[in-house]
């Protein structure tokens, strides 16, 4: 019998490279645009599933520092595509207590994608039941260089951790408990270093576009199944 989710121990927190959006679209000869597009789909069905399984935050790495380098119409494709699916859903991210928040230095983006991402963050800013955090020119290196820069600049001495955590653009989220990483690629490439130094990592084989609630459970009871000790050590209930 197929193993059940645990319905009290959902991961709070579910980070997600969405990998495999090219290889997906080349396998039916189609262009990559065609991967990306079929890729927001499936952030919608994961993000709709993740919330009703009960997840409180979702981080998603939509556009990294070095996806710069790919062709300019690809890079504007993708962009294209954030901001249809921005401007589709933007009543309902406000009305269904939806909050958007972003991490990466949007301010490179396209000027209009730029103004929606921060209308769109101002206006969901006191939702508080489900937050969607978008990777957006993201790099987690280039994220602790500013987080660093920013700490000199307030020649702040003897820097804690909790300092640092407080000048990464995730200071108000919680570190996420699960990391996937679709397409059977097994590495992080730049994404939430910092964040996920104690996340359960999972890399399923099947690319982005045909991620779905099926896989997400599947994520989830694989979460539910390892065992986190944060460096302590296991230890048996009642001793
Ligand atoms: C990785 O697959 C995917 C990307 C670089 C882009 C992902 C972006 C989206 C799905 C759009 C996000 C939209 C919103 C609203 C946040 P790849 O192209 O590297 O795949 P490959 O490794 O198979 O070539």
Known sequence: MAKQIDVNNIPK???????GNGRWAKRRMLPRLAGHKEGVEALKRVTKAGRELGVK??????????NWKRDSEEV?????????????NFDSFVNDNIKIVTMGDISKLPQDLYQMLLDIQE??????????????NYGSRAELVRAFNNLAEKNKKNITEEDLKNELYTCDLP????????????????????????????????????FDK?????????????????????REKNK
């Open 76 to 88: 504007n494709g993708i962009f294209d595509l954030v901001k249809k699916h921005l401007s589709e």
């Open 123 to 136: 206006k969901t800013k006191n939702n508080n039941d489900f937050i969607v955090n978008i990777g957006l």
């Open 13 to 19: 927190h579910i980070a997600i490279i969405m990998d």
């Open 175 to 210: 570190d996420p408990d699960l990391v996937i990483r679709t397409s059977g690629e097994q590495r992080l490439s730049n994404f939430m270093l910092f964040q996920s130094a104690y996340s359960e990592l999972y890399f399923p084989k099947i690319h982005w576009p045909d």
């Open 57 to 66: 935050v979702m981080s998603f790495f939509a556009f990294s520092t070095e």
């Open 214 to 234: 099926k896989q997400l459970k599947k994520a989830i009871i694989e979460y539910q199944s390892r065992d986190r000790r944060f460096g302590d050590i296991k």
